[in-house]
């Protein structure tokens, strides 16, 4: 795990990268507030900091106070080192956005107690996040969190010239599986099928469970034509060989339908998800395992 080290005293930051890398830290160093905030806004930035509470340009209470401020999604546990110890300046500290403060000079078993501390809380809350937005069946994003990542991709897409596609895909008679397997034999199937499915799609692409066996894939930079390449690796991938499952080789074909907002398109989340449900269907109409692209 990545801890910033946060520190205008050379000496001192060399001896914290010392106990902390000998206790398998990956030790990222800040010499002055600034580049510690900086640091810590990054998207994969450090979830742990080290503060010394004096730095030039920004001392670590301010950088406490704007990483709570700035509400990043991401919690960072940040433990103030400082050499005043006195009630009030503790309880700035904390009211600041402090987790947790560790008095100057330190003893190295103290901090790792403390650091330990509060990895046990990031790693907490880490899981916490993690459930919150998988699904339990097949481990994909859940509704709320596929919703979320395509409203987003939607903002973030209004300021740039990209392309922006959708795919909605959906078992096909998965309701006779059900039926003739058991129910348990088509978990089987969805949790096989989203892994296939997850499989065909590019590293950069969102892949969540909308609803019963309707899958919704986001696909940020991706015209219909690049759409409907990956869209026919999923279907490929579900056509091509069927499911073992303790109950039997089950066959299972998918039904696609894809819609896109182009360049100058203007894009509403439910219009966007309506066309490709409109896609879907068509698909479905067309006798399953087929692909459809919505009219844009
Ligand atoms: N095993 C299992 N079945 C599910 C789950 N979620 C939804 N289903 C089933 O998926 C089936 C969906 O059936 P329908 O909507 O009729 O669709 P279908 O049979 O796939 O038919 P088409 O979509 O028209 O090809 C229902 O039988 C649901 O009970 C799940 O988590 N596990």
């Known amino acids: 795990m990545k801890v910033l080290v946060a520190d205008d005293d050379p000496i001192s930051v060399l001896y914290l990268q010392d106990v902390l890398s000998e206790w398998g830290y990956q ?3 800040a010499a002055d507030g600034l580049t510690a905030e900086a640091i810590l806004r990054q998207a994969d930035g450090p979830l742990l900091a080290v503060l010394d509470w004096m730095m030039p340009g920004r001392d670590g209470i301010d950088v406490c106070h704007n990483i709570r401020q700035a509400g990043m999604e991401r919690y960072v546990y940040m433990i103030m080192l400082t050499s ?3 009630t009030e300046f503790i309880v700035a500290a904390m009211n600041a956005g402090a987790d947790d403060y560790i008095a100057k000079p330190f003893i190295a078993e103290e901090m790792r107690v403390r650091v330990r501390a509060g990895r046990r809380i990031v790693d907490l809350e880490q899981e916490l996040r993690r459930q ?3 699904d339990a069946l097949t481990g994909i994003f859940n509704r709320g969190a596929i919703l979320d990542l395509l409203q987003k991709e ?3 897409r209004a300021r740039t010239p990209e392309c922006l596609s959708v795919i909605f895909a959906d078992l096909d008679h998965f309701k006779r599986i059900n039926d003739t397997y058991g129910h348990l ?9 989203t892994q296939r499915m997850a499989a065909a799609l590019r590293t950069y692409d969102a892949f969540g469970r909308y ?6 894939a986001v696909l940020p930079d991706c015209d219909p034509e690049g759409a409907l390449i990956v869209a026919e690796r999923m279907r490929s991938a579900m056509a091509d060989a069927s ?3 303790a109950y039997g080789e089950i066959a299972v074909t998918v039904s ?3 819609a896109s907002v182009s360049h100058a398109g203007a894009a509403d989340m439910t219009g966007l998800l309506h066309r490709a449900d409109g896609a879907l269907y068509a698909a479905k109409l067309r006798g399953r395992n087929f692909i459809a692209v919505a009219p844009s």
């Open 211 to 216: 609803g019963g066996e309707e899958l919704l």
């Open 243 to 245: 499911v073992p499952t």
């Open 154 to 156: 939607i903002a973030r």
């Open 27 to 29: 030790v990222v160093v």
């Open 132 to 134: 919150a937005t998988r």
């Open 256 to 258: 696609i339908g894809i």
């Open 84 to 86: 005043r110890t006195e």
């Open 185 to 193: 034999a088509g978990d089987e199937v969805l949790r096989e099928a």
